[in-house]
């Protein structure tokens, strides 16, 4: 049974930092390629950045290349997201996903089999 478990979402001011967390098990790690996507109340789920398997390419929006660093630990099957730089606009359940992305589409959500529960992150003005 895959599961993917997000940690580390909460509160920080606008200006800080945050590190988002997913643990996944059940599947064979080095073969997917991890996403973050979120969403924000009444708005639909946004892609925000992938890692391939190789742990050599990564993708991010514009929004928030820049800000937000992705990177994989292929021995911890984890991924994380570093985000700095926070505004209000960042505010949302974050989700982490993991599928077996060969059309080279990381934004599609579709693309992403396995989901995890969400976790928030507030941005305070």
């Known amino acids: 049974q895959v599961q993917l478990v997000e940690s580390g979402g909460g509160v920080v001011q606008a200006g800080g930092s945050l590190r988002v967390s997913c643990a996944a098990s059940g599947l064979t790690f080095n073969r997917y390629t991890l996403a973050w996507f979120r969403q924000a109340p009444g708005k639909e789920r946004e892609f925000v950045a992938a890692i391939r398997s190789s742990g050599l390419d990564t993708y991010y929006t514009d929004s928030t290349k820049g800000r937000f660093t992705i990177s994989g630990d292929n021995t911890k099957n984890t991924v994380s997201l570093l985000m700095k730089t926070l505004n209000p606009e960042d505010t949302a359940v974050y989700y982490c996903?993991?599928?077996?992305?060969?059309?080279?589409?990381?934004?599609?959500?579709?693309?992403?089999?396995?989901w995890g529960q969400g976790t928030q992150v507030t941005v305070s003005s």
């Open positions: 996903a993991a599928g077996l992305v060969y059309n080279r589409r990381w934004n599609a959500p579709t693309n992403y089999d396995y």
